[in-house]
């Protein structure tokens, strides 16, 4: 596993305050994503990043931002938080098997937007 | 827009029952994976199967991908609790963006003893 580890694990916050998620990852992989999951619509990239200082928009970027400051660590940020933002969050990063794109998963964030 | 459809979303079966899980698209995919997802944890994977008709197992589980590589199936023979989880597949493909990796909605699978 690419020991990957999110912090906080469980967060309640209020509208508009700001929340930053932590995930940290101990494999030196290049590739890492941020990915929402919410009942009915399954895991959806919000943003990911393909090195340091280097990031791009998935589907779901509005409202959040990121940042790679160093290899292992990749952060996700609230501004402003909203209930629409009440999810569980997971930070992914790439191995390369078979040619394909092969995630690992952390154990999620439950962020809750009162 | 890709989209990867799984069904059933739900299936609640007893203990030594088989059972299918189902994952479709109308998109060509270079590959495809399937993951578990226990409550409370990130999603895990269990293989990735990359060429049109490849079948792989892994104990009992088999996994096929489509011909066309537009589809993919899970089956589970004699199911066990410990099989209880939300099965996701995912498609992706080369070319354009690293983020294009798309994932179904899951197929939420109970086995009771």
């Known amino acids: 596993d690419a020991g990957i580890t999110q912090s906080p694990r469980h967060k309640v916050t209020e509208t508009g305050t700001p929340v930053t998620l932590r995930c940290h990852q101990t494999?030196?992989?290049?590739?890492m994503y941020w990915y929402r999951q919410d009942p009915g619509h399954g895991l959806r990239l919000i943003h990911y990043?393909?090195?340091?200082?280097?990031?791009d928009k998935g589907e779901v970027s509005d409202g959040y931002s990121v940042s790679r400051s160093k290899t292992e660590d990749f952060l996700l940020t609230l501004e402003s938080a909203t209930s629409s933002q009440t999810s569980v969050y997971f930070c992914a990063t790439e191995r390369g098997l078979s040619g394909a794109n092969v995630l690992t998963f952390g154990a999620g964030s439950r962020l809750t937007v009162l | 827009t890709q989209l990867l459809e799984q069904s059933p979303q739900f299936l609640s079966i007893q203990e030594g029952e088989n059972l299918t899980v189902y994952c479709n698209s109308s998109s060509v995919f270079s590959s495809l994976q399937w993951y578990r997802q226990e409550p409370g944890e990130g999603p895990v994977l269990l293989v990735t199967v990359v060429t049109g008709g490849e079948v792989k197992k892994l104990k009992r589980l088999t996994f096929q991908f489509g011909d066309a590589r537009k589809d993919s199936s899970l089956h589970i023979t004699a199911a066990q609790p410990g099989d209880t989880g939300l099965y996701l597949c995912?498609?992706?493909?080369?070319?354009?963006?690293?983020?294009?990796?798309?994932f179904g909605k899951g197929t939420k699978l109970s086995v009771k003893p």
């Open positions: 995912a498609g992706f493909n080369y070319g354009g963006s690293q983020g294009n990796l798309i």
């Open positions: 494999e030196n992989h290049r590739y």
């Open positions: 990043s393909y090195g340091v200082k280097d990031t």
